[in-house]
């Protein structure tokens, strides 16, 4: 259980955080009275696809940062593949893709791979880099006349050039249209299927419920949940009920036993239940001609919610 009375898988043992992809332990920092990581442990293994989600302020931003070492935690430690941030980036074993990555206004991008290519010591062929970003036809195209989607295939070119072991990404997707989207993941699927590691930073909470093995969910800076997407859904408990019930009214839902949360739209309503059999088993008493019923477990976006709200849990 962590602070929050919410339980988290146990971290991993010693022997497996010595082999780890990224090992955090203990790490804070602080800005005055603002504590933006107050004490979390985290350990990634190589070859995990990890989404790191919270809501704004939540510390996700400043947990990257002392991976990539672009910020130092005031305590605690910060390992990637055994080694400290900055030697790791050194050797060209960390790959970061950062939403607000400037590029070069007068370089077209061709140049600017090639350029962070000249920076490693074994990079990977630049064409190779475009081709597996999806932007060989960008190559002679300045990034001043790229759409905002095309720019981040080309941060995406930019942190595989190094031929990194693990890829930082933060917002990966922002900009993109949904076509764009899916070529991406496929391509970050192929990285993957090598034994590589991802961490990713993300608001499009579909993604890392299709695309993650595990979710890492963050609040005030602490660690509130820790798991594959089942788990982190069973963590916040409940299912949602929907159904057509002719003669429904806020009044008489509100009141069936077990709902948390309801919405009613004419004859369709939605609610949210910690006891799904018991709230079921009343409205069929209540409204004999309810149908098209749909019992489905919460999903990744209720138990966000619900994990990550500002209310402090107590128990």
Request: proline letters at 4%.
């Amino acid at each position: 259980m962590n602070t929050t009375g919410t339980p988290v898988p146990a971290t991993r043992d010693a022997a497996v955080r010595q082999g780890a992809a990224v090992a955090l332990s203990g790490l804070r920092k602080h800005y005055g009275e603002v504590r933006a990581v107050d004490g979390i442990d985290l350990t990634i293994a190589p070859g995990e696809v990890v989404a790191l989600l919270g809501p704004n302020g939540a510390g996700k931003s400043t947990t990257v940062d002392m991976i990539l070492g672009l910020t130092r935690p005031d305590a605690g430690q910060v390992g990637v593949f055994g080694r400290e941030p900055a030697e790791a980036i050194a050797e060209g074993a960390i790959g970061a893709m950062l939403q607000g990555g400037a590029l070069l206004e007068d370089a077209t991008v061709g140049e600017l791979v090639g350029l962070v290519a000249s920076l490693h010591r074994k990079p990977i062929p630049v064409a190779e880099a475009l081709r597996r970003a999806g932007v060989e036809e960008l190559a002679g195209r300045r990034s001043t006349k790229l759409s905002g989607g095309q720019k981040q295939r080309v941060r995406f070119a930019i942190a595989l050039v190094s031929d990194p072991d693990l890829l930082v990404l933060d917002e990966p997707t922002a900009a993109m249209d949904v076509g764009s989207r899916r070529e991406f993941w496929k391509s970050m699927h192929t990285f993957t299927d090598s034994g590589r590691t991802v961490l990713f930073a993300t608001h499009y909470l579909e993604e890392a419920e299709e695309f993650a093995d595990r979710v890492v969910l963050m609040r005030s800076g602490r660690i509130v949940a820790d798991g594959s997407v089942a788990e982190v859904r069973a963590l916040a408990g409940g299912r949602t009920l929907r159904a057509v019930a002719p003669g429904a009214t806020s009044a008489a839902v509100s009141v069936l036993p077990g709902v948390t949360e309801y919405e009613v739209r004419g004859d369709r309503i939605a609610v949210s239940s910690s006891d799904s059999d018991a709230t079921l088993r009343a409205l069929l008493a209540a409204f004999p001609a309810v149908r098209d019923i749909e019992i489905t477990a919460i999903g990744l976006e209720g138990a966000f919610l619900s994990l990550t709200s500002d209310e402090e849990t107590t128990r």
